[in-house]
């Protein structure tokens, strides 16, 4: 759960064996990722099988003589007619590992080492981190946390709990309250790490080792612990019909991962805006950003962002060269039209109801009281309830269409001013990106019905000169100065094969968007943008 694809994780399994007191039993591979024991009469038995355990993500299990960290996911079998009884689980530690991290309880006080689980669903959705990790707590909200953290990388223990504490606060009281008793952070401070993945009661972060020194990495480290923390109410009890309970064996479809996702990635920025450890011009201007990813992106055209959601076990989680002519982000495009409808609710109520308070009486009605998923139309009819407002018409357009967005009429209600920086420039355009490696330059994405598509430049082609003159550098630096109706003859190579292809270079409709704070803004406006960055 959370991520949004079969990950088939019995491709990790192998020797497995049943055994009862009486010996060894019959067992028989069913299905890709599914077993039968032959029992007869007898009904207490083993399983015993092994994992092999050795690729750290947020989503999989890792091994090594350092620590273990382990997504139940990837490592537990289940009975589906067993699926809602308590499990229990032993974890007998490697050499001189002292410390256990997990989001459940243990069967007996004093022993850290035996936990509980009320069910299958609640097992695997608390990973563990194993080993010697750096173990620090601290209490915001009215709950305990703790952050457990593997690797040898720079962090300061005492500013990840002040900012922490202040991220807590501003999102548990956009719900009014905290569903958690206990919430563990796990971070991984290790080359090359990313991403997050959230669960009921805890989240594993992965980070670069040294991320967290710097001001940009940090800054996007409580970013992405923002946006995992939103999911405690948001996908993890605040949800979508299809989205729980699971069945693990297939894929669960909806198209309002805008809304679960999206919307969580546009708070995970704002959150950080309102806790003063971004500044909100800085904001504004990632805002800005975004929006021209999103307008600069061709599949933006292509689909719509439900369609985004409801395609992600086959489209989002398995990209290509041609994703970004066939599909829009639902992270990108989703925060950008939370950020939208949050300020048009705003501007309709005279900043009384915005997107918090759509979230909160989503939660108090879906999740506390009649403890179900929503489906789209209540979320419309929720919308529309909270800003005494029609807005049929936005979702029809925006989220369920792939109309162009009307952002600047949008942001000015908020007193911000959205222009093109690129507008009245007459920059050359051929549409396709490149991959260094080395001294090898090839094609990696070639824009759909662009110059570059016309003339018939491939992905994969390995670019080896321009007008003749070997390619030493960034193609792009070439193709950035060109100007419209300039032709360029590109020597590739093609499966071993020389070709020659001459591009057309055409005027540049790629936007690159800025947005600054109007000068004298109205009260209405004011008080709009106040309440939207959370300004007192």
Request: glycine content about 8%.
């Amino acid at each position: 759960p959370g991520s949004y694809m079969i990950r088939e994780y019995s491709r990790f399994l192998e020797r497995h064996t049943a055994f009862s007191d009486n010996g060894k039993m019959e067992i028989k591979h069913i299905s890709k990722n599914g077993w039968e024991v032959k029992t007869g009469n007898i009904k207490n038995f083993t399983i015993e099988y092994y994992i092999y355990a050795y690729e750290l993500t947020v989503r999989t299990a890792f091994i090594d003589e350092e620590h273990a960290y382990l997504n139940g996911a990837a490592v537990f079998l289940y009975s589906p007619l067993y699926k809602n009884i308590p499990v229990i689980v032993q974890i007998n530690p490697y050499s001189n590992w002292k410390k256990i991290s997990v989001a459940l309880e243990p069967l007996e006080k004093n022993n850290p080492w035996v936990i509980k689980a009320e069910n299958y669903d609640a097992l695997i959705d608390a990973p563990f981190e194993i080993g010697n990790q750096t173990v620090f707590g601290f209490k915001a909200a009215g709950i305990y946390h703790e952050v457990a953290i593997f690797g040898n990388g720079y962090y300061d223990s005492l500013a990840i709990r002040k900012d922490l504490s202040l991220i807590i606060e501003e999102e548990a009281r956009i719900f009014s309250e905290h569903p958690c008793k206990y919430y563990l952070f796990i971070v991984h401070l290790i080359p090359g790490g990313s991403g997050g993945l959230e669960h009921m009661n805890s989240t594993t972060i992965q980070a670069g080792r040294n991320a967290l020194s710097t001001t940009s990495g940090y800054n996007n480290f409580l970013s992405l612990a923002a946006h995992e923390y939103f999911h405690l109410w948001n996908a993890k009890r605040l949800r979508p019909y299809p989205l729980g309970p699971f069945d693990y064996d297939k894929e669960n479809y909806t198209s309002l991962l805008y809304f679960s996702e999206g919307f969580t990635a546009y708070y995970d920025e704002l959150i950080t805006v309102r806790c003063n450890l971004v500044k909100p011009e800085d904001y504004i201007k990632t805002l800005a950003t975004s929006i021209s990813t999103v307008e600069n992106t061709p599949g933006n055209s292509i689909q719509s962002l439900a369609e985004a959601g409801f395609d992600a076990w086959i489209k989002y989680y398995r990209t290509n060269e041609n994703s970004i002519n066939s599909t829009m982000s639902y992270y990108t495009k989703g925060a950008v039209v939370g950020a939208m409808l949050d300020i048009l609710l705003l501007n309709a109520t005279n900043g009384k109801t915005g997107l918090d308070q759509l979230m909160n009486s989503m939660y108090n009605e879906y999740y506390l009281k009649l403890n179900r998923g929503f489906t789209d139309e209540e979320l419309i009819t929720a919308a529309e309830k909270a800003g005494n407002c029609k807005l049929k018409d936005f979702f029809d357009k925006y989220i369920y269409n792939t109309i162009a967005f009307p952002y600047d009429s949008v942001l000015n209600m908020a007193g911000i001013n959205l222009f093109n920086s690129n507008a009245g420039i007459s920059a050359g355009y051929v549409g396709i990106n490149t991959l260094i490696n080395g001294s090898k330059v090839t094609v990696s994405n070639v824009e759909r019905d662009g110059p570059a598509w016309q003339a018939g430049l491939n992905v994969n082609d390995e670019i080896i000169a321009i007008d003749s003159v070997r390619l030493t550098d960034d193609p792009q630096k070439i193709i950035g100065a060109l100007k419209p109706g300039s032709i360029l003859k590109f020597t590739v190579s093609r499966y071993g094969r020389i070709k020659e292809i001459e591009v057309k270079a055409v005027v540049s409709t790629k936007v690159a968007y800025e947005a600054v704070l109007m000068g004298n803004i109205a009260d209405k406006k004011q008080l709009v943008y106040k309440k939207w960055l959370g300004i007192k």
